[in-house]
C-alpha cells in the first residue's frame, strides 16, 4: 500500500424533497446505509485521518453517521464549492489537502464522485473491483484508491483502485 490513501464516497440515500436540493437531508435507510459503510472502513483499516466534505445537508449526514459508527473525530474541512464541482475542480480540491493527510475522505455528489474515481485510476486496478465500480455508483458508494505520491502532484491517471464497497444497512 502506499503512503496515501483516498477514500472518494458518494453520499447516502436522501430524501427527495426539501426546500432546495442543497438542503436534502438524509432518509432513514441513508443514515443505516452510511453507518455500516462506517462500521465496515473500520473493520476493513480504511479510516481517513483528514476529510473533505461538501456542504450539502445530505453530505454532511453522510459524514455524521459514517463517523460515529467508525468512532473516529478527523480533521473535517466543510468545502461550499464540492456541492457543484465536476471533476477537474474535484480534483483541484484534493490537490490542496495539506501533505500531513495520510489518508483522505472525500465525501460528495454524482456524477462527480464516479467519474473522478474513473479520471484517476491509473489502469491497473484489480478488474473484479473494477468490474463491480463500474457497474454502477450507487448511494453510500466507496471507492479506496493508493495515491503515490503528494496531494499536491495529483493527477489524471495516477492513483491505483484498490477497493470498492457500498454500504448497506
Do not use: C
Not at 473500520?42 to 468512532?71: I, K, M, N
Amino acid at each position: 500500500m502506499s503512503a496515501r490513501q483516498l477514500l472518494v464516497l458518494r453520499h447516502a440515500k436522501a430524501e427527495q424533497v426539501a426546500a432546495s436540493d442543497h438542503e436534502r437531508v438524509l432518509s432513514p435507510r441513508g443514515v443505516g446505509d452510511a453507518a455500516a459503510l462506517g462500521t465496515w472502513a473500520a473493520e476493513q483499516g480504511r479510516l481517513p485521518d483528514y476529510v473533505v466534505v461538501s456542504s450539502a445537508a445530505r453530505t454532511l449526514g453522510t459524514w455524521e453517521s459514517f463517523s460515529a459508527a467508525a468512532g473516529i473525530d478527523p480533521d473535517v474541512v466543510v468545502d461550499r464549492s464540492l456541492y457543484a464541482a465536476g471533476p477537474d475542480a474535484a480534483l483541484e480540491i484534493l490537490r490542496t489537502v495539506p501533505e500531513h493527510a495520510g489518508s483522505v475522505l472525500l465525501v460528495g455528489h454524482n456524477p462527480t464522485m464516479a467519474y473522478l474515481v474513473h479520471l484517476l485510476d491509473d489502469g491497473a486496478a484489480d478488474p473484479e473491483v473494477f468490474a463491480r465500480l463500474s457497474a454502477g455508483y450507487p448511494t453510500s458508494a466507496l471507492t479506496v484508491l493508493d495515491v503515490p505520491g503528494p496531494w499536491a502532484d495529483l493527477e489524471l491517471g495516477t492513483a491505483r483502485i484498490t477497493d470498492f464497497h457500498v454500504g448497506r444497512a
